[in-house]
């Protein structure tokens, strides 16, 4: 049974850096194809995806975030950690961690790729 | 920037068949941008329905179903509940990095 949950400050200030911890059970981030990903939704507005690492360590950021954020991953903890920079209010959301995996299907000779569980999400609000 | 485009909103009547779709700005949407779609109703986390175009979770009714129609990703909805109200949300892949659509409102009405 896979299972994810969000912790982290509720509350940051502009200009400060969040750091956000997904701890999970019922993967491990060191099987192959693996990975988890990190997506935050604000007040009424749709999903944002934020970034992503894998198994292998592979990391990928979201283009128009990537100087901004950093994920990393400690596997003996089940833990993966993201942290953005300089916040602002308009990073007001709710952050989600979901887990992640790829895996080549030989009978359709196809790859296969998805999200599947998330967590239940944290809800970070930048103000002063 | 690449943007993932998804109709805002669209009503169906309960019992009916619905057909959401989702696009890319950079061309024609194919099995290798590894459609998946989500539900998510107020509230709530998303719920993952369907992957790598027309793959079903094991919890996924089957009444969802995933496609590639037109150039564009499609998630056909048949026998519509009205528990299936809800945001549904497209993801697709650009050679590891991730997108989302903007969502589609469905109204069961």
């Known amino acids: 049974q896979i299972t994810l949950k969000e912790s982290g400050p509720t509350l940051v200030k502009p200009t400060q850096t969040l750091t956000l911890t997904c701890t999970f059970s019922?993967?491990?981030?060191?099987?192959?194809?693996?990975?988890v990903g990190w997506i935050r939704q604000p007040p009424g507005k749709a999903l944002e995806w934020l970034a992503l690492i894998y198994w292998n360590d592979d990391k990928r950021y979201s283009p128009s975030l990537k100087s901004r954020l950093t994920i990393t991953k400690d596997t003996s903890k089940n833990q993966v950690v993201l942290t953005m920079t300089n916040m602002d209010p308009v990073d007001t959301a709710t952050y989600y961690c979901a887990h992640s995996k790829y895996y080549y299907d030989s009978s359709g000779s196809v790859w296969i790729y998805y999200f599947d569980y998330w967590g239940q999400g944290t809800l970070v609000t930048v103000s002063s | 920037q690449t943007v993932v485009t998804q109709e805002p909103s669209l009503t169906v009547s309960p019992g009916g068949t619905v057909t959401l779709t989702c696009a890319s700005s950079t061309g024609a949407v194919t099995s290798g941008y590894y459609p998946n779609w989500f539900q998510q109703k107020p509230g709530q986390a998303p719920r993952a329905l369907i992957y790598s175009t027309s793959n079903k979770h094991s919890w996924t009714p089957a009444r969802f179903s995933g496609s590639l129609l037109g150039g564009k990703a499609a998630l056909t909805l048949s026998g519509v509940q009205p528990e299936d109200e809800a945001e549904y949300y497209c993801l697709l892949y650009y050679g590891g990095a991730v997108v989302f659509g903007g969502g589609t409102k469905l109204t069961v009405l």
């Open positions: 019922g993967f491990s981030l060191s099987t192959s194809g693996v990975g």
